[in-house]
């Protein structure tokens, strides 16, 4: 049992990561011979456990080999494509979909800057003794 667990453990982050992929993209991925040869080592491991266990071992050692090779052609295979092709969104679309989140509360008012200056020039001349003279030199 404890085989089977070591197994399972080995191939579970496999598992998952292609689990995840969409079922067009997984016709695309080429299987390597090692795990039919895996399969077969399994079969012979199994059927040997109860008349020898030497045996037993060394097909043991032998799957996890082929698995781990296995595992590894198919994500260097898949590393070998360009991330483009399985982007949702490109670049340029993601930093509009980020502006238009950043910008999303803001309002044509509180993008104009003249405003604020316009602002606090009003509260200056508020402030002088002479603010209509004031408005006037200035504008």
Request: hydrophobic share 40%; aromatic share 12%; net charge negative.
């Amino acid at each position: 049992m404890e085989f089977l667990g070591g197994t399972v453990k080995q191939t579970l982050p496999f598992k998952e990561l292609y689990s995840q992929a969409r079922s067009t993209d997984r016709l695309n991925i080429q299987l390597p011979e090692e795990f039919p040869k895996a399969w077969l080592y399994l079969l012979i491991c199994f059927a040997s456990s109860t008349k020898d266990m030497m045996v037993f071992d060394t097909q043991s050692s032998v799957v996890h080999d082929l698995l781990d090779k296995g595992m590894r052609k198919v994500v260097q295979g898949t590393a070998k494509k360009s991330l483009l092709e399985s982007l949702v969104f490109t670049p340029f679309e993601l930093a509009t979909l980020i502006n238009f989140q950043l910008l999303e509360g803001a309002t044509a008012y509180s993008q104009d800057i003249i405003e604020p200056y316009w602002q606090y020039l009003r509260g200056l001349v508020s402030h002088h003794p002479y603010p209509s003279t004031y408005l006037t030199s200035v504008y």
